[in-house]
C-alpha cells in the first residue's frame, strides 16, 4: 500500500513538475518590467501589479519548458517538451490571473489569497496540457492534494533564503 502511494505520488509530481518549476522561476530570475507596463483599469488598480513581470514570465516558460525537456529525455518521448511549454505556460497564465482576481479585490501585492494562490496555477496548467496529454483523475487529484503543501513550503523555503519578503 505505501509503495502504491509514494508512485502515485512520484507520477503526480513527475507529471506536474513543469509547471511547478515554471510557478518558482519568477522568485529567482524576475525583476524589471511590469508585464502590464504599470498600466491600471478603470478601478484605479494596476492589471497584476509590478510582481509580475516581462522577465519572470519568459523565466518561467524557459525553465518549465527545460524541465519538460529533461523529463522527455529520462522518458525517450519527444512530446514532453511540448507538454512541460504548456504545463509552464498554463502555469502562468493562471497565476497571472490569480494576480488580476486580488487586484481586483483589493488584495495587496504579496498578500494570501487561499486557495488562489495554491491552486490556479495548477488548474491553468491541466486545462492547457489536456490537448497533449492529461494524467488519470486519480493523479489530477493527487496534483491538487499535494500542490497547497509543497507550495507553502516551497514559499517558507524561498523566505528563509531571503527570495521572498514573507512565508507565504
Known amino acids: 500500500m505505501l509503495n502504491g502511494l509514494l508512485q502515485l505520488f512520484g507520477t503526480a509530481i513527475w507529471f506536474i513538475l513543469p509547471a511547478y518549476v515554471a510557478n518558482a522561476t519568477p522568485v529567482i530570475l524576475g525583476g524589471g518590467s511590469p508585464l502590464d507596463g504599470g498600466k491600471k483599469l478603470k478601478d484605479g488598480r494596476p492589471i ?12 518561467g516558460v524557459i525553465a518549465g519548458s527545460a524541465m519538460g525537456g529533461l523529463e522527455g529525455v529520462v522518458e525517450q518521448s519527444h ?5 512541460g ?32 494562490d495554491q491552486i490556479g496555477f495548477v488548474v491553468f496548467a491541466l486545462v492547457f496540457a489536456s490537448p497533449v496529454m492529461l494524467p488519470s483523475g486519480e493523479i489530477i ?5 499535494i500542490t497547497p503543501l509543497i507550495h507553502l513550503g516551497t514559499n517558507l523555503i524561498a523566505y528563509k533564503l531571503g527570495l521572498k519578503d514573507r512565508p507565504y
Open 48 to 59: 497584476f501589479g509590478p510582481g509580475k513581470t516581462i522577465r519572470g514570465f519568459m523565466a
Open 79 to 83: 512530446i514532453y517538451f511540448l507538454l
Open 85 to 116: 511549454f504548456l504545463l509552464s505556460l498554463g502555469a502562468l497564465v493562471g497565476d497571472l490571473l490569480g494576480s488580476f482576481i486580488k487586484r481586483r479585490l483589493n488584495i495587496p501585492r504579496g498578500r494570501p489569497a487561499p486557495i488562489l
Open 141 to 145: 487529484l493527487t496534483i491538487l492534494a
